[in-house]
């Protein structure tokens, strides 16, 4: 697929103020190369985690024990994927930010699918009629349809397995901000308005009522 929607990202575009990466990653397209074929989505959800002085985030020590193993590529430039379990079986897909030793990354929440829909049914376990909204609403459901396991941790986004493209960045009109989700246990920094959405997007992992 070629055209400037296609276009991987530069590693530079990670190394600026989480937030901004956070706002600015929603309608760029997620690449990921399997071995059955090319499957892409349109980011429509994020969530920007900004280190140790937001208790949300792994980084900080209220949170995560600071630097761990699990935590290391954070502390790394920006530009790499940071993946992780919860609940002991779903991945989370993140968007390491910032230079090193500036641990801070952008949840992908929901996406879009663009290309590769049966193969992503296919990795939900869903059959018969695909139901497209289903497919990537939620951070444990794009990591299963779009193939992304620890396997690919510290992964570089601008490689040959998993990248970011231009796609199609939504317009600040249509973008909205809205407290994180199921972060209740951060104090004061659960209520930061960190979480960005495309407002009129269907693919959302809990509706958006602005």
């Not at 937001?54 to 024990?65: F, G, L």
Request: overall charge positive; charged content about 25%.
């Amino acid at each position: 697929m070629t055209g400037p929607a296609w276009e991987k990202l530069s590693p530079g575009f990670y190394l600026r103020d989480t937030v901004e990466v956070a706002r600015d990653l929603l309608g760029r397209y997620l690449v990921r190369q399997t071995p059955a074929g090319l499957l892409c989505c349109r980011i429509t959800e994020t969530e920007a985690y900004c280190g140790p002085r937001d208790s949300a985030c792994h980084s900080c020590k209220k949170a995560s024990n600071g630097q761990t193993g699990r935590t290391n590529v954070m502390y790394r430039d920006g530009g790499l994927a940071y993946i992780y379990l919860i609940y002991g079986m779903y991945c989370c897909f993140n968007v390491v930010t910032r230079p090193e030793g500036e641990p801070e990354a952008v949840l992908i929440r929901s996406a879009q699918p663009v290309a590769g829909r049966e193969e992503m049914a296919q990795n939900r376990g869903m059959a018969g009629e695909i139901r497209e909204r289903a497919l990537l609403t939620g951070p444990g459901k794009l990591c299963q349809g779009m193939a992304i396991d620890r396997g690919l941790y510290g992964e570089p986004l601008w490689g040959g397995r998993l990248w970011l493209a231009q796609g199609e960045p939504v317009p600040e009109a249509e973008t909205a901000a809205t407290p994180r989700i199921n972060v209740d246990y951060a104090g004061e920094a659960a209520g930061w308005p960190w979480r960005f959405v495309e407002k009129g997007s269907r693919f959302l992992s809990a509706r958006y009522r602005g």
